[in-house]
């Protein structure tokens, strides 16, 4: 199954028409959240059900907090989602800039993530400082991550999804793979015959680290406020930590 970079959001939405803006008070009276998501794309989200994805969890858990029921709008690509006519999204990076296209507003954020090495179990890599020109890295194409390490004229080998790239190294056909931390972790949760190690996120490197936040499409301020409250008492609790452990994935604070 494919894993898609869900946090990147197509430039071309800017083209699509604008969506009916669905203030607090509309989706109250409707009794339903609408959220889009991709539906064969785990750990994000599966139409499949079992299991239905972190997104869809917590797209349940929002749901609850405003209380109304969750409804699902399945698709393929960020495109769609105008015509779709959901509310939010999940995991979108929480930076103004670069949801400027988009026109989504965003939440307060809830994880910090971005982009680190996976690496075999016996490598002697510890950071992306230890690449070289005589290590192989897998990324994905047109990335951030293949321009920084491409300028460092680190070799790559270039993959258009971070599973197939994560599937390469375990198969040594490369010594590292540039991948979010979420897509490594879900991998050795669902190849624990043989487990990659994840390497710390570089700080250093503004580009390679992003917070993740709710990404609201044309929200009111009460929709964007009660969002916000949803979001800090759910990690308050440890609901968010809990949804995204269940798919191997140990959240860092946002900064």
Known sequence: MKMILSLMIGAAVALSPPAQARPLEAIRSSGELGLCANPNSLPFASKAGDPPGFQVELGQALARELGVSLRLDWIITQYQMRSAACDVLLDVIADREAQGETRLRISKPYYRTGVALAVPSSSA???????????????????????????????????????????????????????????????????????????????????????????????????????????????????????????????????
């Open 125 to 255: 890599l510890t950071s992306f400082k230890s690449l070289n020109e005589h290590t192989k890295v897998g990324v994905q194409v047109g990335s951030v991550a293949a321009m920084i390490i491409g300028q460092r004229r680190v070799p790559t080998s270039t993959f258009g999804f971070e599973s197939d790239s994560l599937d390469a190294l375990s198969n040594n056909e490369l010594d590292a793979a540039a991948v979010t931390p979420t897509a490594a972790s879900y991998f050795n949760l669902t190849h624990p015959e043989k487990p990659v190690r994840i390497l710390d996120r570089d700080e250093s490197v503004t580009n390679l680290n992003w917070n993740v936040a709710v990404g609201m499409v044309r929200p009111d301020d009460a929709l964007r406020d009660a969002i916000d409250a949803a979001i800090d008492r759910l990690r308050g609790d440890g609901t968010i930590d809990r949804i995204y452990r269940r798919y191997g994935i140990v959240l860092d604070a946002p900064k």
